[in-house]
Nanobody, 124 residues
Framework: QVQLVESGGGSVQAGGSLRLSCASA???????MGWFRQAPEKEREGVAA???????TYADSGKGRFTISKDNARNTLFLQMNSLKPEDTAMYYC???????????????????WGQGTQVTVSS
């Protein structure tokens, strides 16, 4: 198991920005890491993912507004969120899957390591 610790959530007004961070103890040479979110009474959904080659994938909900990146030296994953909307309100989770040999995935069932989450609240 890989410990993941998210930070950076908070409350912002619509149109604002937040940068989420996820610190991991280590990553394997091949991996997929992603950001997911879950709003009350809704299923967890993928937001963005990045693999060990730096390839990225985004859900339609975040395209053009969210950017996923990773600082390999610090084993830290980021999600820059701009132009936030009230519908972005959710608990945001970081996830990791090591020994991953496919393109980055935003499917929750592909991941076996999860952080505790950080709350993002966007008010109108």
């Amino acid at each position: 198991q890989v410990q993941l610790v998210e930070s950076g959530g908070g409350s912002v007004q619509a149109g604002g920005s937040l940068r989420l961070s996820c610190a991991s103890a280590y990553t394997s040479s091949t991996y997929s890491m992603g950001w997911f979110r879950q709003a009350p009474e809704k299923e967890r959904e993928g937001v963005a993912a990045i693999d060990s080659f730096g390839r990225t994938t985004y859900a339609d909900s975040g395209k053009g507004r969210f950017t996923i990146s990773k600082d390999n030296a610090r084993n830290t994953l980021f999600l820059q969120m701009n132009s936030l909307k009230p519908e972005d309100t959710a608990m945001y989770y970081c996830a990791y899957r090591g020994n991953w040999y496919w393109p980055p995935s935003i499917e929750p069932h592909h991941y076996n390591n999860w952080g505790q989450g950080t709350q993002v609240t966007v008010s109108s």
